[in-house]
């Protein structure tokens, strides 16, 4: 009890990075704005819904991957060992690695977002009961401390949904030896990566039908407005999705469609027709290109396996502190 109620108190305040987040990256020329801050409620649940868009392929291969590997992907976790998702979301993906892995007495997951934290973290601890669920906030790009409980157990990292694809690859080589100081020598890592393939599905993704995915890119206007009383017309602003083939990467932008001026939080932010907001950048890697990464970030690369199509991939690595 003493942890959902330190939980509830941490979420209450007021995010100042979020607010330093908007001033210096609309500021910026590009102008960017950091994908971290896509997922307040209901970001989180737009999310939600892309995930089960036909055209986003990322969850339904990873899904698939995970069911047909469960029984190898559960080794990597010792008995009485400590699951710590980065970034945990819905517990969809979790839930699978739990059910074959009984091994598993702790799960930590970590996310930035406290209300879909505390709602999964309620029904897997009905659904697992002898499940030691501990969740901590926390914004997963920073250094944070893991529940005393776990000190002394086996650590094993899960980071599934290609969310490792937001970083520049640069940073995602930090991120790696930061998790693996943390999760400590011998630890497991098991990763989701999205790869590189034909633009035509990579921009289909993206850019979905229904266009759900420009809602969700669009509601970082709306959040700005809600939460730190901005001006932004939605209906000026136009979602834009792409695959930049040299750098391997999808780039989220939105674009101004007309000359306009902005107000957020006493400043005035300009805009050109057709300027953009850099919103996010989704890496897509090759097994072997990401499998290197992993190795030039202190980890061994000991497993991957992919979807029948070859669209997604999981990674099994494994710390080795030399
Ligand atoms: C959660 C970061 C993996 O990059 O595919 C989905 C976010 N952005 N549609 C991704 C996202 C647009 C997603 N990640």
Known sequence: MAVRAAVRDEAAKPDGAFLRNVVSGLSAR????????????????LFEKI?????????????????????????????????????????RKVRIVLSAAPTISAYV??????????????????????????????????????PAAVADMAHTGFFPGSTIGNLEPHEACS?????????????SFIIGVDLVKDAKILNAAYNDRAGVTAKFNLNLLARINRELG?????ASFSHQAFYNS??????????SKKRQKVKVA?????????????????????????????????????AAWTDAGGKFSIHALVFDSR
């Not at 040299?246 to 674009?255: D, G, K, N, T």
């Open 30 to 45: 590009p102008k960017r704005l950091s994908p971290k801050y896509f997922y307040d409620e209901t970001g989180a649940q």
């Open 51 to 91: 995930t089960t868009l036909p055209q986003y392929y990322l969850t339904h291969c990873e899904l698939q991957v995970l069911r047909e590997r469960a029984a190898e992907i559960a080794r990597f976790f010792p008995a009485n060992s400590a699951l710590v998702e980065f970034g945990s979301g819905s517990s």
């Open 109 to 146: 997951p970590v996310d930035i977002s406290s209300e879909m934290l505390n709602h999964e973290a309620e029904n897997l601890r009905r659904d697992y009961p002898c499940l030691n669920v501990l969740p901590v906030i926390a914004d997963i790009m920073q250094p944070f401390s893991l």
């Open 175 to 187: 991120f790696l030896r930061q998790t693996g100081r943390m999760l400590g020598t011998g630890a």
């Open 230 to 234: 901005g001006n932004f017309d939605l």
């Open 246 to 255: 040299e750098r391997h990467r999808i780039e989220m932008h939105l674009a």
């Open 266 to 302: 006493g400043r005035t932010f300009d805009f050109r027709a057709g300027e953009t907001i850099h919103t996010e950048n989704s890496y897509k890697y090759s097994v072997e290109s990401f499998a290197a990464l992993a190795r030039g970030s202190g980890w061994d690369p000991v």
